[in-house]
């Protein structure tokens, strides 16, 4: 990995854009982190102001893939939609906060030090509870109690990371999993059946099962809208679909209304680690802007559209399948240059983009996902990835051809 990010590696015009386009990524602070020495001290000075104690509580619905390929795209946001209102409703009862945008299948909920370690958990063991008994997806469930930085509606650092990876790739349907430092706030005699995941190693320390324990009692469940990225318009709908699986013309209704056919490239960039985790939280948010800048640069000759960096993921849109490889391939050249290496997936077919109410967009789709399968769970650093479909659009003859499986579902991908 190459040395710091200078300013002078970014074009003059990238902190100067406007908050619509930038999104959750907090330009300010980080041109700020550039203009002075990379030091923990200064890591520590800016980022001070934004720091916050509570729990990071992250979840993660198991057995997706699968579905996909047998429901359509707004089917699907329906049924993950379920879990979600279940996990903000309680979650809010309780004192928690929606944090960033849930418009994948994942929830993230930040709550205060002031709420009890055998309150989150009896809330936690509730919303697991309910999910199961009314949804047709399950979820997995991380938390930890720590200290996080608040920035651009997001937590960040070592700790919100490692929890929300955990809850991510580490746990199963119904299943509840918590650090060690949850652990130590539970009183003597607390009433729950924990045991130790043997399998897991993290900075965080120890992670613990919850197997059993009280649940939540007289506790009216809070506002079940979580932190939508739709419009009003479209959440009604999606809302009202979730009542009416069954009505296909009301399905075609929607698909003809929201859906758009896209060329979808998503790019991971490597991270970076130090031994100051604040400064490696400036240090990965420097590369998270370069992305940025890049994006900005290539973009307009290839006519496609950004979407979103977020952390060390973008993900960009075209219409045309041979623009999108352009791009991705110049993309992986240029921060090659800077020393950055990174893993790209590449997919086709229907996707919902829309406009998030904070600035920026974000996009759902079985594109989406496919393309993080390749590239994020099963690529190299250096690599593209076309899925099988690809071949309908490229040529493929100089790519390698390759075949596994993911999620339990074979898939076939033509790499670069």
Request: negative net charge.
């Amino acid at each position: 990995m190459a040395g710091r990010l200078s300013k002078t590696k970014y074009s003059p015009s990238l902190f100067d854009i406007t908050q619509d386009i930038i999104g959750g990524l907090p330009l300010k602070l980080i041109e700020q982190w550039l203009e002075r020495e990379p030091t923990p001290e200064v890591a520590y000075e800016l980022l001070d102001p934004y720091k916050v104690t509570g729990y990071s509580v992250s979840s993660d619905s198991c057995g997706l893939t699968k579905l996909t390929q047998q429901r359509g795209l707004l089917e699907i946001l329906a049924i993950v939609n379920q879990p979600k209102e279940i996990v903000h409703a309680l979650g809010t009862a309780i004192g928690g906060k929606g944090i960033g945008i849930w418009a994948a299948d994942n929830t993230q909920m930040f709550y205060p030090a002031s709420v009890s370690a055998e309150t989150l958990l009896s809330a936690l063991l509730t919303v697991q509870d309910e999910v199961s008994k009314c949804c047709e997806v399950q979820i997995g469930m991380g938390a930890h109690y720590g200290e996080f930085y608040f920035l651009s509606g997001g937590l960040y650092g070592l700790e919100a990371d490692t929890i929300e990876a955990i809850a991510e790739n580490d746990t199963a349907g119904g299943e509840i999993v918590i650090s060690q430092a949850i652990v130590k706030r539970l009183p003597l005699g607390h009433g729950f059946t924990l045991a130790k995941r043997k399998d897991l190693s993290t900075p965080i320390g120890d992670i613990f099962q919850v197997l059993d324990g009280p649940r939540l009692s007289d506790v009216k469940a809070g506002n079940k809208n979580y932190p939508i990225p739709y419009s009003e318009r479209f959440y009604a709908d999606l809302v009202e679909y979730g009542k009416r699986l069954s009505d296909k013309v009301f399905g075609k209704q929607l698909r003809d209304k929201y859906i758009l056919q896209k060329v979808v490239v998503l790019i991971e960039r490597e991270s970076r680690e130090t031994e100051t985790h604040e400064v490696t939280v400036f240090d990965n948010l420097s590369l998270s802007a370069l992305m940025k800048d890049v994006g900005m640069r290539l973009l307009p000759q290839s006519q496609g559209m950004e979407i979103k960096v977020v952390s060390s993921v973008g993900i960009y849109t075209f219409d045309d399948a041979a623009a999108a490889l352009s791009f991705a391939r110049s993309f992986r050249d240029e921060l090659a240059k800077e020393g950055v290496a990174c893993r790209i997936g590449i997919d086709a077919g229907a996707t919902l983009v829309f406009d998030l109410a904070v600035g920026g967009k974000d996009i759902a789709g079985m594109p989406v996902n496919l393309a993080s399968k390749m590239a994020q769970d099963k690529g190299e650093f250096g690599k593209l990835y076309l899925s099988g479909g690809m071949k309908d659009f490229l040529d493929v003859s100089e790519f390698t051809e390759i075949h596994y499986t993911v999620s339990g579902v074979e898939i076939t991908v033509y790499q670069d």
